[in-house]
C-alpha cells in the first residue's frame, strides 16, 4: 500500500492528514469549512484515494478568513502525495480527464513530472463565497497542491457560468486524472515512466 501520514503544525494551522493511494474512496474529513470538506470528500472518492483529514486554523477566529487553512490543506495534501509514490516506479504518470457538471464543462491535465506547475483558466467571478469558503482560493489551493506534490497541472474551464459547478468540476477531474496517472502500469511495473530514468 502506497501510504503517507503528515502532521502539520504552525502558528495559523494545525491539520493532521493520511492517504492511501491505493484505497477506495472512503474518506473522514473535518476542516470547518463546508464547501471545502464537500470538495475533499469528492475528490477522495473520485480518485479512489483514502484520506483521513482533521484541519483547524485561524478562521476559526471571529473575523479571520480560511485563506491560511486552505492553502495548508493543499500543502499536506500534496506533500503525503508526493511522500506515497516514492520512487514512482510504475506509475502511469499523466492523467487526463473532463468532467461534465451540468452547465459546466472542465478539463485537467496532470504529469507527475517533479517539475511543479500550474496553469489555471478559469472564471469564478459569479460568486466569490460559497459557505464559508472564498472561491479565489481554488487556484491558491490546486497551486499549492501541484508545486507540494510535483505535479504539472493544468486546469481548463471550457464554459460554464454557476461557480459551484465550475469549482466541482475542477476537483473531480483533478481526482479522475490522479487516479489514473499513480496507477500501475504492469507491463513497465519495475521501471521509471521517464527517458531519463528520473522523476
Do not use: W
Not at 473522514?28 to 464537500?38: A, P, Y
Not at 502511469?92 to 500550474?118: N, Q
Not at 459569479?126 to 510535483?150: H, P, S, V
Request: with cysteine; net charge negative; proline share 2%.
Amino acid at each position: 500500500m502506497r501510504t503517507a501520514t503528515l502532521t502539520r503544525d504552525t502558528r495559523e494551522t494545525q491539520i493532521s492528514l493520511t492517504i492511501n493511494l491505493d484505497g477506495t474512496g472512503k474518506s473522514n474529513i473535518s476542516t470547518n469549512i463546508g464547501f471545502l470538506d464537500h470538495m475533499l470528500i469528492l475528490l477522495a472518492f473520485h480518485s479512489d484515494f483514502d484520506l483521513i483529514l482533521t484541519a483547524h486554523g485561524d478562521h476559526e477566529i471571529v473575523g479571520m478568513d480560511p485563506h491560511h487553512l486552505i492553502e495548508d490543506v493543499a500543502i499536506a495534501l500534496g506533500k503525503c502525495i508526493s511522500e506515497a509514490l516514492g520512487n514512482k516506479l510504475g506509475i502511469r504518470r499523466y492523467g487526463s480527464f473532463t468532467i461534465p457538471m451540468d452547465e459546466a464543462l472542465v478539463t485537467c491535465d496532470l504529469d507527475i513530472s517533479g517539475r511543479p506547475y500550474l496553469v489555471f483558466n478559469a472564471d469564478l467571478s459569479g460568486n466569490q463565497k460559497l459557505g464559508g469558503y472564498d472561491t479565489e482560493m481554488t487556484e491558491e489551493f490546486f497551486r499549492a497542491l501541484a508545486f507540494n506534490a510535483g505535479i504539472t497541472l493544468h486546469l481548463n474551464e471550457h464554459y460554464g457560468h454557476n461557480t459551484h459547478h465550475i469549482i466541482e468540476g475542477m476537483f473531480k477531474a483533478t481526482a479522475r486524472a490522479l487516479k489514473y496517472a499513480v496507477s500501475i502500469d504492469e507491463s513497465k511495473a519495475n521501471s521509471i515512466p521517464s527517458s531519463k530514468g528520473l522523476l
